[in-house]
């Protein structure tokens, strides 16, 4: 969890993807007008998830708050600090980050945010505070 934080908050995608397995477990809260890709299986996809999300947000800081570890497992929860590149705000987004490590590498990769917080400062509109389906289809598969 160290390392990863520590390259995404230097900008650095191509090391956060080789923190990863060969085949990843992925999941992001999806996030309405996000350039980066939902679906990520492989390393360099890794990379090219936080290279799109470092061409919407230049990180200024990360802020952790609680990490839980047990075993290979770990759950981070914290606040990204970002200028948003489309309007130059500055913004903070709460997130929790839950990983597994196998292998020395990570396997699985949970990253919940506050996904309004990050459509509205990417600029989408029309997007609810809660979903219409809340709570029947709210819970990640």
């Known amino acids: 969890m160290e390392k990863l934080v520590a390259r995404w908050a230097a900008a650095d995608a191509a090391g956060a993807g080789r923190l990863f397995a060969d085949q990843v477990r992925w999941w992001t809260a999806p996030v309405p007008g996000a350039p980066w890709p939902e679906a990520v299986r492989t390393p360099r996809e890794v990379e090219a998830f936080f290279l799109a999300f470092l061409g919407a947000f230049e990180l200024t800081g990360i802020t952790t708050g609680r990490l839980v570890a047990g075993g290979a497992d770990a759950v981070l929860t914290?606040?990204?600090?970002?200028?948003?590149?489309?309007?130059?705000?500055?913004?903070?987004?709460?997130?929790?980050?839950?990983?597994?490590?196998?292998?020395?590498?990570?396997?699985?990769?949970?990253?919940?945010a506050d996904t309004l917080a990050f459509a509205r400062a990417l600029g989408t509109t029309g997007v609810p505070p809660v979903s219409p389906d809340w709570p029947h289809r709210s819970v990640p598969g």
């Open 78 to 112: 914290g606040q990204l600090h970002a200028r948003v590149h489309v309007s130059g705000e500055s913004r903070s987004f709460d997130f929790a980050l839950a990983v597994s490590v196998r292998d020395d590498l990570i396997s699985d990769f949970r990253w919940y």
